[in-house]
């Protein structure tokens, strides 16, 4: 076989047709959610007041294998998609290991991220409905950029509550959400109810994605012709990401690979359970069996600190509350430079694998030693990566350098989301040597978990 190339890229033709629903396969589905009002079982119309109908049935739907791709869905991923699967030669060379590295690109887009792949699902099926605006939240930015893209392309008015850490830290972010067109608000705001009772708690707070939810949900669910949307977390969302994962199989395939290990950054979870998916689908239904790795900050760390249980998804307690890892919602994460992992807990999916085994190992690394692994990336490869990217890029040298010791020639894979260009402040933090890494202590999560919901007859967790 000649030598693979850098980048390989499949033709508009092989985008894949549909997305591929993960829980068909899986061989326990995760604990359904919780109406909190009820205390029971959320069914989908539960759902309609916040969600459109047919996003509320991809949240619910455990039976559909594969769902078909709207055709004006794909007619916008042709614009950005396929994406590249690359190579990782140089860093290969410089970390003198046997091991074939391969990265899924998801940055060649404004967005400079894989968000984009949900964002545009979302708005389509809001604008199919009839919506009239739409409300989300943003941590990093990423997810507030795509999705006012996808808005601006349907015409629909986008209100963002973004985490106010994050839009200090990130201006720009801020500026490229209102080029096309969003409305952008820092969070917790003054503009809400739950944003007021958060301050009044604490003034000072640099806020939360838990917080910014709460503050969305509510102007969602009170504001006529309007829905709220999310980009991370949820089932669909993991649906829609699915396209990733579908396009790195097919890439491998052509070139007669496939991964040995697969490793992705998780903070809610929508890049490790979109990359992960077909793959996972080997493992559950025995074709084959490779190694995942979910890798978090330490400083916010649901899967390797977290407990597994029912947990409210916002700071305001608003939402349902669904089974996973949490640190509970009222958890506030260190000001650190992560901004798209600082969530509280993790998709329901990835939690319930992780549980069972599945989703083989999580690993918590400190910011200072991502960066040094964004920088020798990009110094080799020529990317300069996003923070949350940073953290899967960070275990794959890991790995490689066990290869490099142990003489496996395995084949890893990882999800490098997107790009690091409004990072900057972060990445002078560490090149100036001011960067500090936050863990929080045994007490500081303990605080959040006695926030944890007591449910009637659901038992906690050992």
Known sequence: MSKIPYRLYLTEDQIPRQWYNLRADMKELP?????????????????????????????????????????????????????????????????????????????????????????????????????????????????????????????????????????????????????????????????????????????????????????????????EGCRYVLGSVLNQVLLHQSVIGLECETAMKLIGEYPDVVIGCAGGGSNLGGLIAPFMRDKLTGKANPHFIAVEPASCPSLTRGKYAYDFCDTGKVTPMAKMYTLGSGFIPSANHAGGLRYHGMSPILSKLYHDGYLDEARSVEQSKVFEAAVYFAKHETILPAPESAHAIRVAMDEAVRCRESGEAKTILFGLTGTGYFDMAAYSSYLDGSMTDTIPTDEALQRGFDSLPKIPGVQEEP
């Open 31 to 223: 604990d359904p959610m919780i109406n909190p009002v009820t205390m029971k079982p959320a069914v989908e119309e539960d759902l309609y007041p916040v969600f459109c109908r047919e996003l509320a049935h991809q949240e619910m739907d455990a039976e559909t294998r594969c769902v078909d791709i709207p055709d004006e869905v794909l007619n916008i991923y042709k614009i950005y998609r396929p994406s590249p699967l690359v190579r990782a030669y140089n860093l290969e060379k410089a970390l003198g290991t046997p091991a074939k590295i391969y990265y899924k690109f998801e940055g060649n887009n404004t967005s400079g991220s894989h968000k984009l792949n949900s964002a545009v699902a979302q708005a389509y099926y809001a604008k199919h409905e009839g919506m009239t605006s739409l409300m989300t939240e943003t941590g990093a930015g990423q997810w507030g950029t795509a999705l006012a893209e996808a808005c601006s392309y349907f015409g629909i008015p986008l209100t963002v509550f973004m985490v106010k850490v994050s839009y200090q830290q990130k201006p720009y972010r801020k500026d490229v959400m209102r080029t096309f067109g969003a409305d952008v608000i820092p969070s917790p705001s003054d503009l809400t109810n739950a944003g007021r009772a958060i301050l009044a708690k604490d003034p000072n707070t640099t806020g939360s994605l838990g917080c910014a939810i709460s503050e969305a949900v509510e102007r969602a669910v009170t504001t």
